[in-house]
């Protein structure tokens, strides 16, 4: 049985929506403060680079337990605990007189920051079905898709004006007024009677259920591969932006505007489409934008030299399709067990993150000396998804 809400569903996602965004703000915000806290707390660069490796590390492998937490304490209470974290992780980055410290708070954050996005998408099917959940997914990715376009300028802003130490600040202040916001609204959508015993048993009952379920695989990782032949040109963006468009480091807003922009609408494009066409037409017609946009970038790139307009508007159709195939496709991964739904969003969520690992630390890497290997490991990224998606189809229709 649902839970009754008192918000409507357009303020759920607001509040959805802004705890998703704690992820991207504190990566995105203090990027441009490197070189200050550098200066500030007399360390290498390398040791500066570390407190973002520090935070990815402690973020990729909690994000394998809030759901799972969430459904033995309930999902709210999770939500909760990892705001006061985050925000308690947030002061202590502004106070940090070390690098040291730093690394420290900046691995609590990390421990805490992917609650929101993770057990938000659980409360979500918990309390919609069907259209509904479809359309406040949209809505959310809509609104969440804002925060990696203003982040990096307002860390740029803050630490010019008053220093690194406000940009944590800021996220502190956000987190406070975040945390009142869900404690004064945001609904337990699971009921007690619906919770499970928190145990060794349990936990691995739940993740051998889920590790061992074909499907999940096939039907995360579209999710997963979808995203990594976008966060392919995200991890090359230094390279992509500066060598091969040969444009300044201040003009990074050429590649992650039209990025930004096609997630926008394709999750516009998503919430208009729910319930009016199934879901499998919505991801059909997705991947149509997913492959053309392949395509051609790859028949562009090897055919002419890279040139601004040009080689990044394939970019924005890439997130176009992305976008419309992203919102049904998760909402079947959630129902595949929905008696642990939260289990099931730590693990799609997991997957994400570990692919997206591993096209940043190796295939980014290994292609980013031009831009046609990059349009070639893009392509290559959505017809691995699509594959995955129409083996998901055919092994779904042959179990029935």
């Known amino acids: 049985m649902r839970s009754s809400t008192p918000l409507n569903s357009t303020a759920l996602a607001c509040i959805l929506a802004a705890l998703a965004m704690l992820g991207p703000f504190a990566i995105d915000t203090y990027l441009p403060a490197f070189p200050a806290i550098q200066q500030s707390l007399q360390a290498h660069a390398l040791e500066v680079q570390q407190t973002l490796t520090a935070y990815m590390l402690s973020f990729a492998v909690m994000t394998l337990w809030h759901g799972a937490l969430s459904d033995s304490f309930g999902r709210r209470n999770v939500i909760l605990v990892a705001l006061s974290v985050f925000a308690i992780a947030s002061f202590g980055c502004a106070s940090a007189h070390s690098i040291h410290y730093l690394w420290g708070f900046r691995i609590l954050q990390g421990v805490s920051a992917g609650a929101g996005m993770v057990v938000g998408r659980a409360i979500i099917r918990d309390l919609y079905e069907g259209p ?11 609104i969440f898709s804002i925060a990696p376009a203003i982040a990096p300028i307002l860390g740029g802003w803050l630490v010019g004006i008053w220093g690194w130490r406000a940009i944590f600040l800021l996220l502190f202040g956000y987190t406070v007024v975040l945390w009142v916001a869900c404690y004064r609204w945001l609904p337990e ?5 619906n919770r499970q015993t928190f145990s060794a048993d349990f936990l691995w009952t739940s993740y051998r259920q889920v590790f061992r379920s074909k499907l999940f ?4 990782g579209t999710i997963a591969f979808n995203f990594a032949g976008l966060f392919l040109y995200i991890s090359a963006a230094p390279a992509f932006i500066t060598q091969h468009l040969k444009l300044g480091a201040d003009q990074f807003g050429w590649q992650f505007v039209p990025t930004v922009g096609g997630i ?45 307009f040009w080689s990044v508007m394939p970019l924005f159709f890439y997130a176009f399709g992305m976008s419309l ?8 991964v959630l129902d595949l067990f929905p008696e642990i739904r939260g289990v099931v969003a730590s693990c799609q969520s997991a997957s994400v993150t570990f692919v997206s690992a591993l096209i940043a630390g190796l295939v980014a890497p290994a292609l980013d000396h031009a831009v046609l290997s990059l349009a070639l490991g893009q392509l290559s990224c959505c017809l691995i998804a699509a594959s ?4 998901g189809r055919h092994f779904s229709r042959s179990i029935m």
């Open 132 to 142: 509904e959940a479809e359309k406040l997914l949209s809505l959310v990715t809509m």
């Open 189 to 193: 959508s699971l009921a007690i009677d």
């Open 217 to 220: 695989y096939l039907k995360a």
């Open 264 to 308: 926008f609408l394709g999750a516009l494009a998503a919430n208009r489409m729910a319930g009016k066409l199934r879901v499998w037409v919505q991801v059909n017609m997705g991947f149509c934008f997913l492959i053309g946009a392949g395509l051609t970038n790859v028949v562009y790139h090897a055919l002419f030299a890279p040139q601004l």
């Open 325 to 332: 195939v992203a919102p049904g496709a998760t909402l079947l």
């Open 388 to 391: 995955l998606w129409y083996s």
